[in-house]
């Protein structure tokens, strides 16, 4: 596939990272040379210094024959032009862009993206989904992170094993046998900061981060199985009233009606801002590291806090606060991926990452196949898909110990007619099962294979 990325940051350059990394032809566009140098250097694509809405740039990117343009520039203006430029002169089939000023995400506007207007086929806005990927998090509590597959019926489930987990020190193919009826598979193990993907003999141990899918009904007991029975948040503090954490007030608010809100803002206009769009938080003007401030705020008597400004130091230091002054859970905003190992240690909950958010929207619509969800882990390094089995494909009539399924692949569940089976070695694959899958990064070639009509379908 011949894709043009157009913006070489912390996006942009991790999209290209993996999509060279799987063989595509990548062309990334930057109007900073550094930039530029810097990505070519280190992958192998081919960088172009230049606005990426200029048609000359875009046609010197090989436009006239690109499968799709991804617009990730820092400006929401280049990206949506760009986007128009490659429809209107080069006819490229899919464009995604980002773009992070909710002026331009009014429902009220939504007919301004349409094919007659600006085509774009895909808008990701990483504010947004960065606010929904926390509400996610808050839902499951002790969740590292969660994310919902076919509809809602599955979940894929991060957490952090402590000393007191049940199942600690013993062998994953064991689980089966002492829990026969629960719908859950141990898919991936993250110790000493490799991630791998587990066989049946593995032991599970205290510090490990794991990653399971389960039935969605099942979770609370899952969760308990691995040592985490934490209570949902219903009282919550909010650090940062920008885009993010505005966002999520007024998304908390109109989903979750019982969680008292405080919204922490030191500009006081932002403030002001604020307090007149949430109809039930308290706003609080003031710094967040401020430890009267954060004594008015209850923190003590608080389940939970969010810091999500801008500064990842200060996101830290106040989720260290929080924690300090008897805060039971904290979710840190940070950019920087180096400071992932240190966060863990200092006791901070969870940690999210805005690149990681954006990447994994975006690489849905990169997959071939049936694939309908995508989510990538650590930095690309592996992925949890979803695709759908067509009476066409493969795999369709085999059972999974027949289709010889390589190391770096688990087929954690299969969601048939709404109901969802927890995958054995005899398990048949039907026409339209949805499977979801748990793959390292140099495997996902060959789960697109797997879903891959056959040719004599045509």
């Known amino acids: 596939m011949k894709i043009i990325i157009c913006g070489a940051g912390m996006v942009g350059s991790n999209i290209a990272k993996q999509l060279a990394r799987e063989g595509n032809d990548v062309t990334v566009i930057d109007r900073t040379p550094e930039l530029i140098q810097r990505i070519s250097d280190s992958i192998d694509v081919k960088g172009l210094v230049g606005m990426a809405s200029y048609p000359d740039t875009l046609e010197r990117a090989g436009a006239q ?8 520039t820092f400006a929401d203006e280049v990206n949506m032009v760009a986007c128009q430029v490659a429809h209107s002169l080069f ?3 899919t464009k995604i862009a980002r773009v992070r000023a909710q002026a331009y995400l009014n429902p009220e506007w939504s007919d301004l993206f349409s094919t ?5 086929d895909v ?18 509590p002790g969740a590292l992170d969660m994310i919902p597959f076919a509809d809602g019926r599955v979940r894929t489930i ?6 007191d987990c ?27 900061d490799k991630l791998v993907v587990p066989h049946g003999d593995d032991q599970l141990f205290p510090g490990d981060e794991i990653y399971f899918i389960a039935d969605t009904q099942q979770v609370q007991r899952a969760m308990g199985l691995f040592g985490h029975e934490e209570k949902e948040a219903r009282r919550l503090i909010i650090v940062g009233a920008g885009n993010i954490g505005l966002f999520l007030a007024r998304q908390m608010e109109q989903t979750h009606p019982g969680v008292r809100i405080k919204l922490i803002e030191r500009d006081l206009a932002h403030a002001e801002a604020a307090a007149d769009r949430l109809h039930h938080s308290v706003v609080l003007h003031g710094d967040a590291l401020d430890r009267e401030l954060l004594d008015e705020a209850n923190i003590s008597g608080t389940e939970a806090i969010v810091a999500l400004t801008n500064d990842d130091q200060v996101n830290i230091l106040a989720s260290l606060l929080a924690k300090r002054a008897g805060c039971q859970r904290a979710v840190a905003l940070v950019n920087n991926e180096d400071y992932r190992g240190l966060i863990t240690s200092l006791g901070i909950d969870v940690v999210v990452n805005p690149r990681g958010t954006t990447v994994s929207t975006i690489l849905q619509y990169v997959r071939r196949g049936r694939i309908r969800q995508v989510y990538s882990l650590r930095d690309g390094t592996a992925e949890i898909i979803e695709a759908e089995a067509l009476k066409t494909s493969g795999l369709v009539g085999k059972n999974l110990r027949e289709m010889d399924i390589p190391d770096g692949i688990i087929v954690g569940a299969i969601v048939r007619g709404g109901e969802v089976v927890l995958p054995r070695g005899d398990t048949v694959i039907e026409a339209g099962d949805r499977v979801i899958m748990f793959a ?12 891959a009509v056959r040719l004599e379908y045509f």
């Open 65 to 72: 024959d690109c499968d799709m343009l991804i617009a990730v």
């Open 91 to 93: 006819h490229v089939p």
């Open 116 to 120: 007659d207007h600006l085509p774009i």
């Open 123 to 140: 808008i990701i806005s990483p504010e947004v989904e960065v606010a929904r990927a926390i509400m996610r998090r808050l839902e499951v």
């Open 158 to 163: 991060g957490v952090r094993l402590g000393e």
């Open 166 to 192: 049940p199942v600690v020190h013993t062998p994953l193919r064991q689980l089966t046998d002492l829990f026969p009826d629960l719908k859950a598979v141990v898919c991936g193990i993250v110790r000493n």
């Open 440 to 451: 390292m990064s140099e495997m996902v070639r060959h789960v697109e294979k797997m879903f």
